[in-house]
């Protein structure tokens, strides 16, 4: 087994938790040829973080459906059309967001 001092130089990045945006951030750090650890502190049954709770869907800050197609070039212009932002502000969102992990405290 690997000392703790060990580990610290054997990875690269280190992602702590197995939700939606830790495994979106392991993957973006693989994707760089780095060395990645992933820890999920939770017991099996919990894990998914807040993931658990969308039934698939995830939220991302945009301004228009140009913002989609940045990083999902394969949108097509009927899906596109069912795209409506509304007008809520990026620090609106990140409260939300802030809001719906306190379960996990």
């Not at 140009?66 to 059309?81: V, Y």
Request: hydrophobic share 35%; aromatic share 6%; net charge neutral.
């Amino acid at each position: 087994m690997m000392t703790f001092q060990e580990t610290m130089t054997a990875y690269d990045v280190i992602v702590i938790g197995g939700g939606n945006a830790a495994l979106c951030a392991a993957l973006s750090a693989r994707e760089k040829d780095t060395s990645v650890l992933l820890l999920e502190p939770a017991p099996e049954s919990e894990r998914g973080g807040n993931t658990a709770f969308t039934g698939g869907s995830f939220r991302t800050v945009f301004n228009d459906v140009a913002d989609i197609r940045k990083l999902m070039p394969e949108l097509t212009d009927e899906e596109g059309r069912e795209i409506h932002p509304g007008p809520v502000r990026r620090c609106a969102r990140l409260q939300s967001a802030c809001r719906g992990a306190q379960w996990r405290r």
